[in-house]
């Protein structure tokens, strides 16, 4: 649903125009995969599929809350009442905003918002992210909170964090309110210092493509925390805070004092893929954009082999894409299902894709798919 729908749909339920509209986009994240908990690097783009949110302030600490893609009726909630993890379903991320800026001690009163979002749910697109943060972006905007972008990202992770209760980092939120247009966005973790990275696909003649394999992941399952708790056992058993401390080039040293096989993987994929943020960097910074291919698909090989978290559709998506012609692939976001990403010549987009689907009927697997991951703009007011 565009702007207009969702303003007509505001208009509708609430029988009052809205105060404003904005956009919050969701993401795939090109490199640095499980590495922003190990306090490291990441790089994710804004994709130009978004939430859009209309929405009013009112007097009375009442929020109202509306999907067009839930069927269901309004959320009625009240501001100085919000729980965590209450159990208010798809409404606890915009109430968990709400709950996570009161809580930092932000003057925000009730609201009336409707919502609708193009990001494809439970994709590995960080629909969730975009949802927090346009209603941050409102929210702050409204009630002239005047927080940087970085702030509003670190108050939509606490909202996804406490209060619906998924223990996720800070790439998707900071995707999705700091990105902007034709630019990956280089993130340290850590300080949580950004980069904008100009990443002009089109004047390359090259395109990256987005394989949703309909595959739902489900980050609740425990593998992520396992994941998790794997991290923070190596950095004890090495001495560090973070993996993030540990270099590339000690590494092998580094795997040498663990003793456990399984953290010892789990270090090796984080520590390497911090490297491969940093290789893909200097090659966009020297203008060798085609040579990042081979690095996104190491990339996939250390998420399938190291941290194993990969499953047989995105596997099949990236040795079918690879030899169908495209110059890398990798599994991106959290793993399980979701999506992955493939760089291809723009000329080869129609053949990979077709070989992508074709490998995918053969195998029995529901068709995936397939869209254009063009560098999107972050979170913005539409009017
Ligand atoms: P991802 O962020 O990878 O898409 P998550 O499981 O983190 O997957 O978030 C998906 C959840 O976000 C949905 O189950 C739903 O609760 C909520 N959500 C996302 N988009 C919408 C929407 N347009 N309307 C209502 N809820 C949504
Ligand atoms: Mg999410």
Not at 54 to 60: E, K, L, P
Not at 215 to 243: M, N, T
Not at 245 to 261: F, I, K, P, T, W
């Amino acid at each position: 649903m565009d702007q207009v729908g969702v303003r007509e749909g505001f208009e509708e339920l609430y029988g009052a125009a809205p105060e404003g509209v904005w956009a919050a986009p969701g993401r795939v994240n090109l490199i640095g995969e499980y590495t922003d908990f190990n306090e490291g690097f990441v790089m994710p783009l804004a994709l130009p599929h978004t939430a859009v949110a209309a929405v009013s302030r009112r007097s009375d600490g009442v929020l109202r809350l509306h999907s067009a893609d839930i069927d269901g009726p309004v959320v009625e909630l009240r501001v100085d009442e919000l729980v965590p993890r209450s159990d208010t379903g798809w409404a606890a991320y915009p109430a968990g905003v709400v709950w996570a800026l009161r809580e930092a001690g932000h003057d925000v009163g009730g609201a009336d918002i409707h919502l609708a979002s193009t990001v494809p749910t439970g994709a590995g697109l960080s629909s969730s992210a975009a949802l927090e943060v346009v209603t941050a972006l409102a929210l702050d905007d409204l009630y002239g909170l005047g927080l940087t972008r970085p702030e509003l990202a670190l108050l939509a992770q606490r909202a996804e964090n406490d209060f619906v209760g998924v223990p996720c980092g800070v790439m998707d939120q900071t995707a999705s309110a700091c990105c902007t247009e034709g630019h990956a966005l280089h993130l340290d973790c850590r300080d949580l210092s950004i980069r904008q990275v100009p990443f002009d696909l089109a004047s390359q003649g090259l395109e990256l493509l987005v394989v949703d394999t309909r595959v739902k992941h489900a980050l609740g399952d425990g593998a992520y925390a396992e994941r998790r708790a794997g991290c923070e056992e190596g950095a004890r058993q090495l001495g560090v805070s973070h993996l993030r401390d540990v270099a590339y080039e000690e590494l092998d040293a580094a795997l040498a004092r663990l003793s456990d096989e399984r953290v010892r993987r789990y270090v090796r994929h984080v520590v390497s893929d911090d490297h491969r943020v940093d290789r893909v960097i200097a090659l966009l910074d020297a203008g060798d954009v085609r040579a990042i291919g081979p690095v996104l698909t190491d990339g996939h090989a250390s998420l399938r082999d190291d941290l194993r978290i990969s499953c047989a559709e995105l596997d099949l998506t990236v040795s079918t894409a690879n030899a169908a012609g495209a110059l890398g692939a990798r599994m991106t976001g959290g793993g399980f299902g979701g999506s992955a990403v493939v760089l291809v010549e723009s000329t080869d987009v129609d053949s990979v894709t077709k070989a992508v689907m074709e490998a995918f009927a053969a195998a029995g697997f529901t068709a995936p798919r397939v869209f254009p991951a063009v560098p999107s703009a972050g979170a913005r007011r539409l009017s």
